[in-house]
C-alpha cells in the first residue's frame, strides 16, 4: 500500500510558477503509476497529469498542457507537478493519486489518495 501527502500550495498571482510535492510512503512505490488531479468549488474532480510506472511517460489535460509538468523520483518517493504561467482557473484543491500498474485519466481506477493542497490564482 501507499500512503501520499500533498505540499506547497498556497496563494500566487497570474502568471506565477508553483512546484507541489506529494511524499509517499510504501515498499513498491516504483510499481505505481501517479496522477494529479484538481477540484475547484462546485465542479467535479478533474485529471491535471500522470507518469507511468514502468517509464516517464506522461499526460496531461489540454488545459494545462505546455504549462505543467509532472515528474517523479522514485529514489525519494516523491512525484511532483511544476505549475508555471498560472491562471486564476487553476484555482482548485490539488490531489496527488497512485494506482497499481498504469494511470490513465479516470479517478475511478486510482486506488490511493493524499489529502490535497489549495491552490488559489490571484488575477
Known amino acids: 500500500q501507499v500512503q501520499l501527502v500533498e505540499s506547497g500550495g498556497g496563494v500566487v498571482q497570474a502568471g506565477d510558477s508553483l512546484r507541489l510535492s506529494c511524499a509517499a510512503s510504501?515498499?513498491?512505490?516504483?510499481?505505481?503509476?501517479m496522477g494529479w488531479f484538481r477540484q475547484a468549488p462546485g465542479k467535479e474532480r478533474d485529471f491535471v497529469g500522470a507518469?507511468?510506472?514502468?517509464?516517464?511517460?506522461?499526460s496531461y489535460a489540454d488545459s494545462v498542457k505546455g504549462r505543467f509538468t509532472i515528474s517523479r523520483d522514485n529514489v525519494k518517493n516523491m512525484v511532483y507537478l511544476q505549475m508555471s504561467s498560472l491562471k486564476p482557473e487553476d484555482t482548485a484543491v490539488y490531489y496527488c493519486a497512485a494506482r497499481v500498474g498504469d494511470g490513465g485519466r479516470n479517478p475511478d481506477n486510482y486506488d490511493y489518495w493524499g489529502q490535497g493542497t489549495q491552490v488559489t490564482v490571484s488575477s
Open positions: 510504501g515498499r513498491t512505490f516504483s510499481r505505481y503509476a
Open positions: 507518469v507511468s510506472w514502468y517509464n516517464d511517460n506522461t
